[in-house]
């Protein structure tokens, strides 16, 4: 399999919501790791999803490229976005 460049990735979600799950699913399934920031186990992380995205729904996906920051919303999404890395 490819290495999938995740650099700059955080999934910002929590452990029993379904939409989270699959998308942790999707992840493995595809071999990818990136780093879990669970929003009600860190309320900093709820915090600064909803200071940068504008809302705490997740799963939400936090994009930096070079700086730039980009929220992810919606789960089929993330997939989509996930599956052409
Ligand atoms: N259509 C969304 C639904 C996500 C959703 O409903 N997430 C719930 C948790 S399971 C949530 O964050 N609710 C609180 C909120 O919307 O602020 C998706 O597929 O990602």
């Known amino acids: 399999m490819t290495e999938k460049n995740t ?8 452990e029993t919501c379904p939409y ?7 992840m493995a399934e595809l071999g990818i790791n990136i780093e879990l920031r669970d929003t009600r186990q860190n309320p900093e992380y709820r ?3 909803v200071n940068g995205g504008g809302k ?3 799963p939400c ?5 070079a700086g ?4 992810m919303y919606e789960s089929d999404a993330i997939i989509d976005y996930l599956k052409a890395l």
């Open 7 to 14: 650099q700059g990735l955080a999934l910002y979600h929590f």
């Open 20 to 26: 989270c799950q699959k998308v942790r699913r999707a």
């Open 47 to 49: 915090e600064e999803q």
């Open 56 to 58: 705490g729904q997740v």
């Open 61 to 65: 996906l936090r994009i930096d490229q």
């Open 68 to 71: 730039e920051i980009t929220w």
